[in-house]
């Protein structure tokens, strides 16, 4: 069984441009979660997502950042115009729907860098 | 809100020395408790969990019990070694909708010397 996939690894864009990452969950996974890591802090929650539905977004900025769980295919962060300040690690987190112990899983994250 | 509160890094330890990180949480509900680790460069991988008060999650020789009446969560391991060395993530997490977002202190970052 595959780990939860992220691409890119690495993605680097000029301010303005816009950043798509994408995120594979775990195959049986139906929640999928989206944190950023800004360099030396800790993770900060994002969204957290079912299939075709936004179950808590109350981490996204509200402007310029976007998130979708589709039916097929993978999740995606989408980050319009982006600016210095998007420049973090973003990691994409699985788990299965089975209470209070289930454990999210961890990609290796899609590091991000504007220029 | 949920928060965590985890001790400041770095932590500088000899091999064979005696870990404790400590973590306290303010929750307003009865969380589940865990520790992640993040080796350079890499996702966070679960080291152990408790879901209730009283528990005691255990993984690879570190140890954590679930404290309700001080709410903490503190990590301890009795003989860490250099492959030991990274950053050690407290968090917490509500149940919502079989799921729920994690809560996360800040890290502790541990540097084990030969």
């Known amino acids: 069984n595959a780990g939860v996939m992220q691409n890119p690894r690495h993605l680097v864009r000029r301010r303005g441009q816009e950043a798509r990452l994408r995120c594979s969950p775990m195959?049986?996974?139906?929640?999928v979660y989206w944190y950023r890591q800004l360099p030396e802090e800790g993770l900060k929650f994002m969204v957290y997502?079912?299939?075709?539905?936004?179950?808590?977004e109350s981490g996204m900025p509200k402007e310029r950042f976007s998130a979708e769980f589709p039916k097929e295919g993978p999740s995606i962060l989408r980050i319009q115009q982006v600016v210095r300040g998007d420049s973090a690690a973003y990691f994409c987190a699985s788990s299965p729907p089975s209470g209070r112990g289930n454990e999210q899983f961890f990609g290796p994250g899609t590091r991000l860098t504007v220029l | 809100g949920d928060s965590v509160t985890q001790m400041e890094g770095p932590v500088t330890l000899s091999e064979e020395a005696f870990l404790t990180i400590n973590c306290t949480y303010t929750?307003?509900?009865?969380?589940?408790l865990f520790w992640y680790v993040q080796y350079p460069g890499e996702g966070l991988q679960l080291l152990l969990k408790a879901t209730k008060a009283d528990d005691k999650g255990s993984n690879k020789g570190f140890e954590a019990t679930y404290r309700k009446e001080t709410t903490s969560f503190h990590l301890e391991k009795g003989s860490v070694q250099v492959s030991d060395s990274a950053v050690y993530f407290c968090?917490?997490?509500?149940?919502?909708?079989?799921?729920?977002?994690?809560?996360f202190g800040q890290g502790t970052e541990l540097s084990v010397k030969p």
């Open positions: 997502l079912q299939k075709e539905n936004i179950i808590d």
């Open positions: 968090a917490l997490r509500e149940l919502v909708n079989q799921g729920g977002k994690l809560i």
């Open positions: 929750a307003t509900g009865y969380p589940s």
């Open positions: 195959k049986g996974h139906s929640h």
